[in-house]
């Protein structure tokens, strides 16, 4: 194939542009109905790229001011949600009337607000506020996008996750992202298990496995394995912590090291990083894989990776947009395609690789790599 000679992808997309860059186009597309629709959705879509700043501040507005809570009691009128958020009237009219554009809350008929579906998805899903919250640091790093881009870390981010050094007691920072990754988990975890049955295996560990909300989840669906958490020794009060209120705690043993040079439990058939190998550079993923790898193959066992992932041709908003700019503010790893880490993975020695079909790619997408 005559390499220089444009594809069909190339051709199409280059007349495209093409059409909606000439002025004349608008003119034509604005007289017809169909044209009109058309018109309409791109001005619309082109306005929420452009505004979406604006859109994520009405949404940290209504999380600090607690807005959304006061709504989930019933219809409430502006001077009633003025007096229980603490705003002035005037500014808790424009957040509801923002808020509502954007279907955090809706108007009725008689001029009263209610709740609106995402303020009731924002309410179900506990992790989402948490995110909201903490993306003061992100947003921050971010003020200069393009100086961002060009240099990598050395921002508020990569203070909250510093992986470095460790005293053995969690620092604020430490702490912090730990509760962040723990309110997030459930939804993680449920996808992840759904996805992947963990009742076969007798022995699991997981690795960079927080304060072991991923584990209970495993606990539950199976009763009988030993279940083992390696994570950073600052991590490790915070996990026991976590776990003390739990009946069944005398089934978690907790491990504390460098997961490149701490021991790693000999006797596990299956071993979970939900959410880890993102964080790093590829030289630090090929050792732990290989490390892994090493621990599995004298009993044949089974690696499972969970994490939001970046798409094939650049498809995935929260891996290829979200994750690539907050990982590089970050300092450290990037999102990978499944593709690509499954070719890691296979790299590191596993043979039998697969990728399972997410039915939520937002929250996490799974890989399972067996020894073959
Ligand atoms: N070198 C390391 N050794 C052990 N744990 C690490 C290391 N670097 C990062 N971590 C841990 O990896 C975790 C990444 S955050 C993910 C936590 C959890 N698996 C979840 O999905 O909610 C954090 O708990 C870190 O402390």
């Known amino acids: 194939m005559d390499e220089t000679r444009p594809t069909f992808a190339v051709r199409w997309r280059s007349l495209r542009n093409r059409i909606l860059l000439a002025?004349?186009?608008?003119?034509?597309?604005?007289?017809?109905?169909?044209g009109r629709f058309f018109a309409r959705r791109s001005a619309r879509k082109l306005f929420d790229l452009t505004a979406g700043f604006v859109y994520s501040q009405v949404l940290v507005a209504g999380v600090r001011s607690k807005l959304f809570e006061h709504l989930v009691e019933g219809p409430a009128t502006v001077s009633e949600i003025a007096a229980a958020t603490g705003l002035p009237e005037d500014a808790a009219r424009r957040l509801l009337a923002a808020s509502a554009s954007l279907d955090l809350t809706d108007r009725l008929a008689d001029g009263r607000f209610m709740l609106g579906a995402q303020g009731a998805a924002l309410l179900a899903n506990p992790?989402?506020?948490?995110?909201?919250?903490?993306?003061?640091?992100?947003?921050?790093?971010?003020?200069?996008?393009?100086?961002?881009?060009?240099?990598?870390?050395?921002?508020?981010?990569?203070?909250?996750?510093?992986?470095?050094?460790?005293?053995?007691?969690?620092?604020?920072?430490?702490a912090s992202y730990t509760a962040l990754m723990a309110a997030s988990q459930d939804l993680v975890a449920r996808e992840t298990l759904r996805l992947f049955d963990v009742r076969p295996f007798s022995a699991i560990v997981d690795i960079g496995g927080g304060n072991g909300r991923f584990l209970t989840h495993v606990a539950d669906r199976n009763a009988h394995a030993e279940l083992h958490l390696l994570d950073r020794p600052s991590v490790l009060p915070l996990a026991r912590d976590a776990l003390s209120h739990r009946p069944d705690k005398e089934r978690f043993t907790l491990h504390g090291g460098h997961f490149l040079t701490a021991p790693l439990p000999e006797n596990c058939d299956l071993v979970t990083l939900i959410r880890v190998l993102h964080?790093?550079?590829?030289?630090?993923?090929?050792?732990?894989?290989r490390r892994v790898y090493e621990t599995l193959e004298p009993r044949r066992g089974t690696l499972l990776v969970s994490e939001p992932m970046a798409g094939a041709r650049a498809r995935s908003r929260i891996g290829d947009a979200y994750f690539n700019l907050y990982l590089q503010a970050m300092g450290s790893g990037r999102p990978r395609m499944a593709s690509e880490l499954c070719d890691m993975l296979r790299q590191a020695g596993?043979?039998?690789?697969?990728?399972?079909?997410?039915g939520m790619p937002i929250a996490t997408s799974a890989i399972v790599a067996e020894i073959g």
Do not use: Q
């Open 23 to 34: 002025p004349r186009f608008h003119r034509i597309a604005l007289a017809s109905p169909v």
């Open 127 to 174: 992790g989402v506020a948490a995110m909201i919250r903490h993306h003061d640091a992100l947003y921050a790093d971010l003020r200069d996008p393009v100086a961002a881009l060009e240099r990598r870390g050395g921002g508020d981010l990569a203070r909250l996750w510093n992986y470095d050094g460790d005293t053995g007691e969690p620092s604020a920072e430490t």
């Open 279 to 289: 964080d790093h550079d590829e030289e630090v993923v090929e050792r732990l894989l």
């Open 350 to 358: 596993f043979r039998r690789v697969r990728a399972l079909p997410s």
